[in-house]
């Protein structure tokens, strides 16, 4: 049976978090993940509220920052998660998201001074080691620990993942992690096989990595309804004017010209307008959106392009998707 996550934003409450955990647990789905904005809520809590509502599930990040968490603080957080859930808790990590970062004094670009290679890498080396009972030094350029060491090593070391779509960072994981999600929530199948490519070469040189992916999925039988709810989804508006290029859309026939009304009510801060002004085919090329057997068929696109741990990230009906996407159907 092929495995599948199931994954939420901040948005939720823990009361919801642990509804959707109980219903991903008795639909045999491998995992729950949560994203983290420390000005929405933060993602530990969030799993926190899951573990107690579930058996079998695993419970991850997707992802903590290593901006704002030190990594002793996430070495032994996480510790008690595998302890609280026995076993099933994963720590998911990454530089953390924008626009939030900005707002707190760190800019994601230009990379030449946030630095996500040495900053990672550095945070990875002091978990890796602190998880696995080691004593760790390190007089690093981000992070300078001497001598620390766990008290309570976890009987189970958490498997961690990094959330990056940087081909450097991507190149290097099969040295510094159990797994890589390579999205979150908004990639085509022709980019995902790109990063996914990445990381297979890299598994020359280190360890087996495994592939995960948020991806946006809003399942309904009533296709209009579904594809105007995902136009107007706030996460696909913003990657859209301010984050994806143009090339990203080339498979799918649509240029800049296509692109400029979404992009022009982003700046005026409109955003009924830009979800009016979204191409249909933004939606074939980023999402799940429609009836439940177009949207598995269009997931099959995506593990044919390397994704081994789809993480399916519902809006609207999200009852429906999990249905729709229950590992035993799909």
Not at 209 to 220: C, G, K, Q, T, W
Request: charged residues 25%.
């Amino acid at each position: 049976m092929e495995r599948v996550g199931l994954g939420f934003n901040p948005s939720l409450s823990p009361d919801m978090i642990a509804k959707y955990a109980r219903a991903a647990d008795e639909s045999n789905f491998d995992s729950l993940w949560v994203h983290e904005n420390p000005s929405v809520r933060d993602g530990i809590t969030l799993l926190s509220s899951a573990i107690s509502s579930t058996s079998r599930l695993k419970l991850g990040t997707g992802c903590i920052s290593v901006v704002t968490r030190h990594p002793l603080l996430a070495s032994t957080t996480f510790a008690v998660l595998g302890e609280m859930s026995h076993g099933r808790a994963i720590m998911g990590v990454g530089i953390g998201g924008f626009p939030w970062l900005p707002s707190i004094g760190v800019n994601v670009f230009p990379i030449q001074q946030t630095r996500p290679m040495k900053r990672v890498t550095e945070f990875l080396k002091i978990t890796n080691g602190l998880l696995s009972g080691e004593t760790v030094t390190l007089d690093g350029e981000f992070y300078k620990v001497k001598g620390i060491k766990l008290e309570n090593k976890p009987s189970v070391k958490p498997p961690i993942y990094l959330a990056t779509a940087g081909p450097r960072l991507l190149a290097a994981a099969g040295k510094l992690v159990d797994g890589v999600i390579i999205s979150p929530a908004l990639m085509t199948p022709e980019v995902t096989r790109e990063k996914a490519s990445l990381i297979k070469r890299a598994e020359e040189s280190g360890r087996r990595v495994d592939v995960a992916s948020y991806i946006l999925a809003n399942v309904s039988d009533d296709t209009d309804k579904a594809k105007a709810e995902t136009k107007s989804y706030y996460f696909l508006v913003y990657q859209v004017a301010e984050v994806l290029k143009s090339e990203t859309f080339a498979s799918y026939d649509l240029s800049d010209d296509d692109l400029a009304g979404v992009r022009d009510a982003w700046r005026k801060k409109d955003l009924g307008a830009a979800a009016r002004a979204m191409p249909d085919g933004v939606l074939d090329a980023l999402t799940l959106t429609g009836r439940p057997e177009d949207c598995i068929d269009r997931l099959s696109d995506y593990r044919k392009a390397g994704v081994e741990l789809p993480i399916i990230m519902p809006i609207g009906d999200v009852n429906a998707a999990i249905r729709t996407f229950a590992p035993s159907r799909v």
